[in-house]
């Protein structure tokens, strides 16, 4: 079956999210995987490739409505629908299409649930879970060291190249989202992981004859560490301190929250996330305001 033109309009689309927009490869993949559901569904249908006469808003509305019908939640439904509606705006800048139908497109509403956050005694079990003196064991509990004492995205931490880190000032250099850098400061905790961590390495690469990599992060073979090794590296301890979800961004919701709980400033907060939107930092504020009842409610003779 001949390549459509909508096929070719996504390749130049993803394209332009790396090369222009600096979409991370994570947000990229997203979008390339959600259009090209789409593009299934329009297939399956008709047996046919998709073009732009497809792309309306009837055709587009029952697409969504399948997912819904097929019990896809409405959180998913709803990053879709983003999707389709990003690369639908390529289409109009590109003359492919007249407007944009998804804008007309009311989205499910999304029941934004709080953060997932450890408290302060459950984040340091975690960080410690790793044991030994091994280069594994320094790589994991740095790794775990640094998302706590810094509250990076696990991208960003796969990112850091060894000169991002300033040891003297306690900072390190981050590429966040649309490839905005940051410069943050490192709890005494996570400078100290890191110049252990910096020494494993050290000695670690001695082992290889090879090129040494230029990543911070390494797999147990020397290699680049993926995100997805890292990932799961993080998914591990936090699931034995029983995170749900045990996912690398609890160690950032807790950052954040345990900030706020002794008395961070929010915009101070907003700066060192990396946020772009104050609101998106305020949810934060309702974690340490749930806390706080909950302690009152244990403590307190008359909270019953």
């Known amino acids: 079956m001949k390549q459509s033109a909508l096929r070719k309009h996504l390749i130049s689309f993803l394209v332009d999210l790396t090369a222009r927009l600096k979409r991370s490869e994570h947000t ?19 047996g046919q490739n998709p073009e732009p006469a497809d792309w309306t808003l009837p055709v587009l509305r029952g697409y969504l409505h399948e997912l819904a019908m097929n019990g896809l939640s409405p959180a998913s439904i709803e990053r879709k629908r983003a999707s389709l509606s990003e690369f639908s705006r390529y289409l109009v800048r590109q003359g492919v299409i007249e407007k944009n139908p998804v804008a007309l497109i009311r989205g499910p509403k999304v029941k934004k649930p709080l953060p997932t956050v450890l408290d302060e005694q459950e984040a340091s079990e975690a960080i410690e879970m790793p044991q030994g003196s091994d280069f594994a064991a320094v790589r994991d509990r740095t790794l775990l060291e640094v998302l706590y004492g810094a509250g990076l995205r696990i991208s960003e931490l796969i990112d850091l190249k060894s000169e991002a880190f300033d040891q003297s000032r306690g900072t390190v250099r981050v590429m966040g989202k649309g490839r905005k850098e940051r410069v943050v400061p490192l709890s005494k905790a996570a400078i100290s992981a890191l110049i252990e961590y910096s020494e494993a390495r050290r000695s670690f690469l001695g082992g290889f004859s090879e090129p040494k990599p230029a990543e911070l992060w390494l797999s147990d073979r020397g290699k680049p560490l993926t995100r997805y090794r890292a990932y799961k590296i993080v998914n591990k301890y936090l699931g034995l301190v029983g995170a749900a979800p045990a996912s690398p961004h609890v160690m950032r919701h807790s950052y954040a929250t345990h900030l706020l709980d002794h008395g961070a400033d929010l915009r101070a907060v907003q700066e060192l996330l990396g946020h772009a939107a104050l609101s998106t930092t305020e949810k934060y504020t309702h974690v340490s305001t749930k806390r706080l009842k909950e302690a009152y409610d244990r403590a307190h003779p008359h909270s019953e």
């Open 28 to 46: 990229v993949e997203a979008y390339a995987r959600d259009n090209a559901q789409f593009f299934f569904y329009i297939t399956e249908a008709t």
